[in-house]
């Protein structure tokens, strides 16, 4: 988890309120993702940075948008929060060229009531 | 969506054992990698093996692709307890745009 942390690690939020997560690196890397892992379904990318300003949708989009203006910190916001957003979220990061593999965040429990 | 198939979904042995995990996917990939996730933790990476490559060691890992069959293994040698977690296989696709595809993962019990 060095180099990359999650804020809040746990939270509960009522449904209709917008909520949003934090995550922060300080390794100066190009590609940061969030991503939700849910019990039988793994992790399932939400949302991904390729660079400051630079976003792309995944495959779980709906219900999500995010934010990136300086390279350390990539912002998930919920924008009102349902019951089936309760979930465990990961952001993780990636360096450029042949370094393609991510590195993850400790998560951030939240729990929509 | 597309992903990776683990097999098996749970595996339980005893220390000292070796445990073998499968990881099928779809379609050409760039490569394949190996993740592990302890409970309540975010995932930390092992091991990559490229399209061209056959075989890596790292450790007591080692990782098999077989291209023609689409699958890929992952062999821990001389279990220990702290092995215990989950494992993940992710593929990049071949001309996908730095996204992971992840299978729903390896349960493995290491028993003392």
């Known amino acids: 988890d060095a180099g990359i942390t999650q804020s809040p690690r746990h939270k509960v939020t009522e449904t209709g309120t917008p909520v949003t997560l934090r995550c922060h690196q300080t390794?100066?890397?190009?590609?940061m993702y969030w991503y939700r892992q849910d019990p039988g379904h793994g992790l399932r990318l939400i949302h991904y940075s390729y660079g400051v300003k630079d976003t792309d949708k995944g495959e779980v989009s709906d219900g999500y948008s995010v934010s990136r203006s300086k390279t350390e910190d990539f912002l998930l916001t919920l924008e009102s929060a349902t019951s089936s957003q309760t979930s465990v979220y990961f952001c993780?990061?990636?360096?450029?060229?042949?370094?393609?593999?991510?590195?993850f965040g400790p998560g951030t429990r939240l729990t929509v009531t | 969506s597309q992903q990776g198939e683990e097999d098996p979904q749970a595996l339980s042995i005893q220390e000292g054992e070796n445990a073998t995990m499968n990881c099928s996917y779809k379609?050409?990939?760039?490569?394949l990698q190996w993740y592990r996730q302890n409970s309540g933790r975010g995932l930390v990476h092992l091991i990559l093996i490229r399209s061209n490559e056959r075989e890596k060691h790292s450790g007591r890992l080692r990782v098999t692709l077989d291209t023609s069959k689409k699958s890929s293994s992952l062999l821990i040698t001389a279990s220990r307890a702290a092995d215990t977690a989950s494992y993940f296989c992710?593929?990049?696709?071949?001309?996908?745009?730095?996204?992971?595809?992840w299978g729903l993962g390896t349960s493995l019990a290491v028993n003392p």
């Open positions: 992710a593929t990049l696709y071949a001309g996908n745009n730095r996204k992971l595809i």
């Open positions: 993780a990061i990636s360096g450029g060229g042949r370094q393609v593999e991510q590195y």
């Open positions: 379609t050409s990939i760039n490569n």
């Open positions: 390794e100066n890397h190009r590609y």
